[in-house]
């Protein structure tokens, strides 16, 4: 008898499953917001990447279902073929004005937006330098690229100069990076990054997925945190975090724009963003705009936390920018405990572990839309499990 060809799947889930590494799914029900059901239980979300709470905003929600009844739920074709709408423009045009760029693209994700600016700017003959912890999408988008792919030491810029230093003969010179490194909570170092990129002539792309809503006055993202719109570089995002949506977008220069259009194979390739995301996404811009003190009751809300936890000096906490606070844990094992301890004292946190991260961590996202107990009552939850 031939041997079963499926039969490694079996136990390379066993593998997995032995390092603590195994990840399954929890069911949230309802909408989307600080309080959720997680498996039939009422908790205080800290796991959501919702951080200005526009998820479950009547107003992304009333935008999503008119724009359903007025243009249908699928986009029925790609954006090159049948499935461009005026609504798509329009959100585009929102993003680009979000940014101050001159333009930007939609796509139906942050991943893919990632995968196809990469694959469209670099190839064979070129190179790629990628921070360490950068995020599964640039990497994956390095990978398929098929330039050459070397990663710096997370943030370090002299490593990085060093390697531009020594760089051959490529064709051209890609420096991906996150700007809200989102599994840590810490920021690229962006203005140097964007002086090495003009010394050494070569592309900056940034990922503003974490960045984007919350991060600068306006909240167009790190990038206006550090003082540089305007400045010539290709920013990557996503419509699904601060901005309550789906789907991804990249921003920059019209040529930039106007080039991927004809050369991004997930963008060509793939059917339009539906009319209700790209309607909520749209609307989600407006309150970005118009409602800035959401921004800084969120920004309140890490003050105050960064305070409380002052009380848990055993935590070991990494350096955090963001609203994203994790703290280290000695093991996967440990990781997933501590999450269980916490989801039984009513508070919905992430376990995030290899092969995610290098080090097993909890991951606490703070929202607009937290209050003052919902804060409190993870410090107490954590005080009791740490003390
Ligand atoms: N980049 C970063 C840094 C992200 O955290 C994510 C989402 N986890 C993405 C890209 C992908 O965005 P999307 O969820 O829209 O595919």
Redesign the pocket.
């Known amino acids: 008898m031939v041997p079963n060809p499926y039969a490694w799947i079996n136990e390379s889930l066993a593998t997995i499953h032995r390092a603590n590494w195994y990840r399954s799914v929890q069911t949230i029900h309802g909408r989307p917001g600080a309080m959720v059901i997680v498996d039939g239980r009422e908790v205080i979300n800290f796991a959501s990447?919702d951080y200005l709470g526009l998820a479950g905003d009547d107003r992304l929600i009333e935008a999503g279902v008119a724009a359903t009844k007025q243009f249908g739920t699928g986009s029925t074709g790609s954006r090159l073929l049948s499935g461009h709408r005026e609504l798509h423009r329009d959100l585009e045009v929102a993003i680009a004005s979000l940014k101050q760029t001159e333009d930007s693209l939609v796509?139906s994700?942050?991943?893919?937006?990632?995968l196809g600016a990469i694959t469209a700017l670099v190839g064979k003959r070129d190179l790629i330098l990628s921070d360490e912890y950068?995020?599964?999408?640039?990497k994956n988008g390095a990978i398929l690229s098929g330039a050459t792919v070397i990663e710096y030491p997370h943030s370090d810029v002299t490593a990085l100069k060093n390697l531009l230093s020594q760089r051959q003969n490529y064709r051209r010179c890609l420096i991906i990076t996150?700007?809200?490194?989102?599994?840590d909570g810490d920021l690229c170092p962006l203005p140097t990054l964007l002086n090495l990129a003009e010394e050494f002539s070569c592309m900056l792309l940034v990922?503003e997925?974490?960045g984007t809503g919350v991060m600068g006055k306006t909240g167009a993202g790190c990038v206006e945190h550090f003082g540089c719109t305007g400045k010539q570089l290709i920013q990557?995002?996503?419509?699904?975090?601060a901005l309550g949506s789906?789907?991804?977008y990249v921003t920059g220069s019209a040529t930039l724009i106007d080039f991927l259009r004809n050369r991004a194979p997930s963008w060509i390739y793939t059917t339009a963003l539906s009319p209700a995301d790209t309607a909520a996404a749209l609307a989600a811009i407006k309150i970005v705009q118009l409602e800035p003190q959401r921004r800084e009751q969120l920004w309140a809300n890490v003050d105050e936390l960064k305070k409380l936890l002052q009380l848990l000096p055993k935590l070991k906490l990494l350096l955090s920018e963001s609203p994203i606070l994790c703290f280290q844990l000695p093991s996967a094992a440990a990781a997933l405990e501590a999450g269980k301890q916490l989801k039984a004292s009513g508070i919905f946190a992430s376990a995030i572990r290899p092969p995610t991260v290098p080090t097993s961590r909890i991951r606490i996202s703070l929202m607009a839309t937290h209050e003052s107990t919902h804060i409190q009552k993870l410090v107490e939850a954590l005080l009791s499990i740490y003390i």
Do not use: E, I, P, W
């Open positions: 990447n796509f994700s942050g991943y893919l937006a990632n950068n995020h599964s999408s640039l996150d700007s809200v490194f989102s599994m990922d997925a974490h990557v995002g996503t419509l699904s975090k789906l789907g991804g």
